[in-house]
């Protein structure tokens, strides 16, 4: 498993897997989706998500980046831990006030490792990378609370991202063939 904590896969299973019909952001339609505002609107599911989010850091980051929206509850939650500053990213330039992609402390020069909710093909982070880098970031590592990409394939490797997951689909599926 990729998680420390043990019943992390079931517990977010029970709480955030819905059935139904769902369009994900890349245009797949699936039967079922991750509702990953389940686990981050529930105080404990985010800590013991933060935690587990927190280990799996690489040694030097001098910003944890939050994508909007999913990836802003865990990366505040992970920059509680272990006191990283956050610069939240957002999904296209504000048109009005600062007109800025990204809030918070200045990124460039600055090792910035993302944090998102559910990576499936990984379009917004493969969008936040590249404007994080064209303004002058170093971004090498993205790490989702639910990997729910298909195969074993890096999803993000096509802009050299390192994926690390809290949890994957294959994890989920088997903690629900448990319970």
């Known amino acids: ?5 043990t019943d992390l896969a079931a517990d977010i299973d029970a709480t955030c897997r819905l ?19 389940l686990f981050e609107a529930d105080p404990q599911l985010l800590a013991r998500v933060a935690r587990e989010v927190a280990q799996l850091l690489p040694a ?22 272990v006191g990283i500053p956050v610069v939240f990213v957002r999904k296209k330039a504000k048109e009005y ?5 990204a809030e918070g402390p200045a990124f460039a020069g600055k090792k910035v ?22 303004g002058g970031a170093v971004v090498e590592t993205v790490i989702c609370a639910i990997d729910r990409s298909p195969g074993e394939e890096n999803p993000l490797a096509d802009v050299g ?11 989920l599926d088997a903690a629900r063939a448990t319970a």
Do not use: C, H
């Open 60 to 81: 030097e980051v001098d910003l944890l980046g939050a994508l909007e929206m999913g990836g802003i509850p865990i990366a505040t939650a992970v920059s509680q831990l």
């Open 19 to 37: 059935t139904g019909e769902f369009t994900l952001r890349s245009g797949q339609v699936s039967n079922e989706y991750f509702d990953k505002y």
């Open 113 to 134: 490792v993302l944090i998102e909710d559910v990576i499936t093909t990984g379009g917004a982070v493969r969008d936040a990378t590249n404007a994080l880098r064209a």
């Open 161 to 171: 991202l390192q994926v690390r997951a809290v949890l994957t689909k294959a994890e």
């Open 1 to 5: 498993m990729t998680t420390t904590d």
């Open 97 to 101: 006030g600062t007109a800025k992609l």
